[in-house]
């Protein structure tokens, strides 16, 4: 019997969802927070990617330490949103670290 792949928000597949979570950065993690209710894992990979790319975003604009250090935040979410649309886009549950763990509390808070 041949594997069935899951459907989920928008119909699409849970992977193809999961790394899409991650592709327009903390947006498009909030567009998916939004719509998807039931998949654990998609809503996981959405609430991942607002806290891990809002979170560089808003260190980018601290006054003085963020404008210097801005290039290098660049880099950085760069690396990891590549990191993480391939590992999402793969099937992986992975968790970011710091980012991860939080996540996963506020997913069990706002359920």
Request: hydrophobic share 55%; aromatic share 14%.
């Amino acid at each position: 019997m041949a594997n069935k792949k899951m459907t989920v928000a928008f119909g699409l597949e849970e992977n193809v969802a999961c790394a899409l979570a991650y592709v327009g950065g903390w947006l498009s993690g909030l567009i998916f927070l939004l719509v998807e209710k039931d998949n654990g894992t998609v809503r996981f990979h959405a609430m991942q990617s607002i806290l891990a790319f809002g979170g560089l975003m808003v260190l980018m604009f601290v006054p003085i330490v963020g404008w210097v250090l801005s290039p290098f935040l660049w880099i950085i979410s760069f690396v990891v949103w590549l990191y993480s649309v391939y590992k999402a886009y793969q099937g992986e549950k992975f968790k970011l670290p710091i980012v991860g763990k939080i996540a996963q509390q506020q997913l069990k808070k706002i359920k």
